[in-house]
Every structure is written in C-alpha cells, then in structure tokens.
C-alpha cells in the first residue's frame, strides 16, 4: 500500500485586472515561477484606456492561490474572481 | 560572480521600471532640452563676458561653474517635483480605477524611480554642457592657452555641441541629422550675434 497523496489545486482559472504599462511577458514569467507551477496561461479579453483584464490559467502540482495572489499583487494587478478551479491527487 | 549577479538582477529590474514607466522617452526630452539650456547659457555667458571687456579666466571659470551648479541644482529640484507630482497624480488615477492600493507594487516603484532618473538627468544634462564649454578656460589658468583664443574654443565648443545635439534629435526623430543640427547651431549663432550687438551698443 502506497502513501497517500494529498488533494491539491492542479489547475485553476483567474480573472485579472492589471495597468496596460505592466507587461504580459514579465507577468507570465514571474507566475510561472511561483512554486507548483508548471505553465500559465494568458489571455487579454478586454482592453480599457489604462487597464487590461485577462483570463489567466494555470496550471501545475498543488498550486498556492495565495502566491499567485501575492505575485499579481506586487505587478500591480488584481484577481477580481476566481472562475475554474481543479484538483487533484498531487504529491 | 555574486556581484556580477547582483548587478544584472538590478540592471534588468531597472530595465522592467523604464518599459512600465516609459521614461525613456522622457529622459531623452529632458536631456535635449536642458544640455540645450546650458550650452546655449554659457555661450551666453561667455560671449557677454568677452564683449563687456572681462578678461580673467579665474572669474569666467569660477561663475561658470557656479553657474552649472545652480543648474544642475535646479534642474534636479525641478524635475523631480514635477515628476513626483505627475507620477503620483498617474498612480492615484489608475488606483480610482483599479479599486485598489498599489503601494508597493511594480507600477509604485517604477514610478519612484522614474521620478528620480529623470530628476538626475535634468541635473546633470545642463551642468554637464555648460561645463564642456567652459572647459577650455581651465587651460587659461594652466597657462596653456590665452584668454582670447580660450573664448573662441569656448564659443566653438558650444556651437560645435549645439550641432550634435541637433543632429542627435534629427535621428531620434529619423529625420535629417544636418537640418536639425543647423537648427540648433542657428540658435546659438543668433545668441552670439545678439549678445555681439549688446557688446557693441
């Protein structure tokens, strides 16, 4: 009889507002980062005078949304919801 | 190697904050329009000492460099007032319509360290041009040149500055380096035949 693995988020699917100066690479690159991870997704679906908003999926093994919350917050943008979430044995 | 790590983090950090922040554009007009200022004051001064009859390398250099000094000061104090306000006014803005604080984040610390570029570069631009046209009353004083030949140097310095900031500006613009070049020479010859004709009067 094997361990057994704990229940954690294996994907989930944001709805994020962020400043147009912020840049969508450097973004997608400091949430990959975040540990768990293993890709992100993005998508602008809207485009105002001084904001975007984006549908951000991602993707991984036991993912923390308080991290990715803390990495969005320090590039200025915010989770206005949460729309999917999946989970999964991980570990 | 960790210093070297250090630095590129720092580097492309500052990177980040110049492409949020689009001082580049900025810092390039700042930089134009105040070397602009302080290499055309000089001129002016320099041409307005020779032509009143002053003849002491030691005065020209000591107000000329009091000169850039209170340039640069000025240019720092300035620039970074008016920056910090219309940075903060932007941040203010996009918290009203983001809903949130943004203290901290990205756009808080690039914003501050804009303010501050662009504070250095309002220094340094005019101290810096008026200081190359005054340098040739340093030899004066080192006994190497003679006052006179020192004030044409001088005048042929800045006129010869005012050209390539010109053409510098025609290629930010992708236009003809030499139209915009003999643009700014233009303003720095009429400068000198004006303050000639004071001299004359």
């Known amino acids: 009889m094997g361990e057994e693995k704990e229940v954690g988020i294996v994907r989930v699917t944001l709805d994020v507002l962020k400043p147009r100066e912020v840049s969508l690479e450097d973004l997608a690159l400091a949430l990959g980062e975040v540990k768990g991870v293993e890709t992100v997704d993005i998508t602008v679906t809207e485009v105002d005078a001084r904001t975007e908003t984006l549908k951000v999926t991602v993707s991984g093994q036991g993912i923390s949304l308080e991290e990715l919350e803390k990495v969005m917050n320090e590039h200025s943008a915010i989770i206005r919801s949460i729309d999917a979430v999946s989970v999964g044995r991980v570990g | ?201």
């Open chain 2, 1 to 201: 190697m960790r210093i070297l790590e250090a630095l590129e983090e720092a580097w492309e950090e500052l990177e980040e904050y110049v492409e949020v922040t689009n001082v580049g554009e900025i810092l390039r007009r700042y930089f134009a329009m105040n070397a602009f200022d302080g290499a055309l004051t000089m001129l002016g001064f320099v041409m307005g000492s020779y032509v009143s009859g002053l003849e002491d390398a030691r005065i020209v250099l000591a107000a000329g460099l009091s000169m850039s000094l209170a340039m640069g000061v000025s240019g720092f104090v300035g620039a970074f007032i008016t920056e910090k306000a219309e940075r903060e006014r932007s941040v203010r803005e996009l918290e009203r319509i983001m809903l949130t604080r943004l203290d901290g984040t990205v756009i808080d610390r690039a914003s501050k360290i804009a303010t501050l570029l662009a504070a250095i570069v309002d220094a340094c631009a005019p101290a810096v041009a008026a200081l190359i046209s005054a340098s040739p009353f340093v030899l004066v004083l080192l006994r190497v040149l003679e006052f006179k030949v020192a004030v044409y140097l001088s005048i042929g310095i800045s006129l010869t500055f005012l050209f390539l900031l010109g053409a510098y500006l025609g290629r930010v613009a992708g236009n003809s380096s030499l139209v915009y070049g003999l643009y700014m020479l233009a303003a720095g010859l009429a400068t000198s035949v004006l303050i000639g004709l004071i001299g004359g009067w």
